[in-house]
């Protein structure tokens, strides 16, 4: 998604515009659903600007480094709204928008560039990639699935873990974060730098434009947690479809961008290594560090989700390691993850 300069200088200026009109429209009193649906399109201008510049970093990075970096910051959005959520006390906002992430990168996203990589000419229906990659999400998501199953399996025994879930989620969230980073170090450290490629941008340039995008993140993402609960209340939408689809879809831009951009250009191992790793870093990463930071409000996130959550990881992750084991995707398996997510999105309707 390199862009030419006049383009990136154009979407800079709207994504301005945009923030500019959220933070206006948030300060003056306008109404809820009008600042809810701005501070939506921003979040993912936002995800779009990072965008284009982790895609310009990855001209001077391996893959992996590359893939890190951008689900880092791409999650940025992520970690802000569950944050501020939380301090507002929508604990089910924050729920279903940590697991809408990660369900929308595993099938949404995937899905997306799997079919967009199997339709392109010289792929003749198949996308082909590194099995690799996917079974290291694979291996985070299920060990996060084993935290979050026991837990519930406790509270319907009504056995003696049930009264202790914030001493086992803090617990548990503390070993899947050892555990994130036992992998993360070796497999960035052992990823060889990309081929020469044609940036537009200079490093420090697209660096720094990450880090600004980032920052104005965490502003949007107040502001649109603030709007949010007046917003689905006045659209008569259930909570569970603004965290796992709203949320999920406008915080998860920057994979859908450059995931599904660097599919078309033929880069399969980029494309699904930038989703992959987003998918390992909310499961693994995100989500056990938001519990422990859940613990200075009042609010806690915990490993205790609804059923209907959990049954969606479960089978998600299944679905994933099912299609992907083989290191091919074809056009039909790429709809299959689109349409698992489009059920589920359903489902949360009427939640």
């Not at 200026?13 to 300060?27: F, R, S």
């Not at 809810?36 to 990075?61: D, K, P």
């Not at 980073?181 to 450290?189: D, Y």
Request: proline share 4%; charged share 10%; with cysteine.
């Amino acid at each position: 998604m390199a862009a030419p300069g006049r383009i990136a200088r154009f979407a800079l200026a709207a994504v301005t515009l945009l923030v500019a009109v959220t933070a206006l429209g948030h300060y003056a009193g306008w109404t809820s659903v009008a600042t809810f649906a701005i501070a939506t399109a921003a979040l993912a201008g936002l995800a779009w600007l990072v965008a284009v510049a982790t895609e310009q970093v990855g001209e001077y990075l391996g893959p992996g480094a590359t893939g890190l970096l951008q689900s880092t910051v791409g999650n940025l959005p992520e970690l802000f709204v569950v944050i501020f959520a939380l301090r507002a006390g929508e604990r089910v906002v924050a729920q279903s928008a940590i697991v809408g992430s990660l369900l929308a990168n595993a099938l949404l996203v995937l899905g997306l560039v799997f079919v967009v990589g199997a339709l392109r000419p010289q792929a003749g229906g198949v996308m082909r990639f590194d099995p690799r990659i996917i079974r290291a999400t694979a291996t985070m998501l299920f060990v996060c699935l084993f935290t979050i199953v026991l837990v519930a399996l406790s509270l319907v025994s009504r056995g003696a873990l049930s009264h202790h879930v914030d001493a086992i989620s803090a617990i548990g969230a503390g070993l899947l974060l050892t555990v994130y980073v036992a992998w993360i170090v070796p497999h960035v450290r052992g990823e060889r730098r990309a081929g020469p490629g044609a940036p537009t941008l200079a490093l420090p340039t697209a660096i720094v434009l990450l880090v600004l995008t980032g920052t104005a993140a965490a502003f949007v993402s107040d502001w649109f947690v603030d709007a949010l609960q007046p917003a689905i209340s006045q659209l008569h939408i259930s909570q569970a479809f603004a965290g796992l689809v709203i949320v999920a879809i406008a915080g998860n831009a920057v994979e859908n961008a450059t995931g599904v951009s660097m599919a078309a250009r033929g880069r399969s191992d980029l494309a699904v290594s930038v989703v992959v790793h987003s998918v390992a870093q909310i499961a693994a990463f995100l989500f056990p560090l938001l519990i422990l930071i859940s613990f200075a409000f009042g609010t806690h996130l915990t490993f205790n989700l609804p059923p209907i959550y959990i049954g969606a990881l479960a089978l998600s992750a299944i679905a994933v390691w099912q299609i992907t084991d083989d290191g091919e995707a074809r056009v039909f398996e790429g709809w299959a993850l689109i349409t698992i997510y489009a059920i589920l999105a359903v489902i949360t309707i009427y939640e």
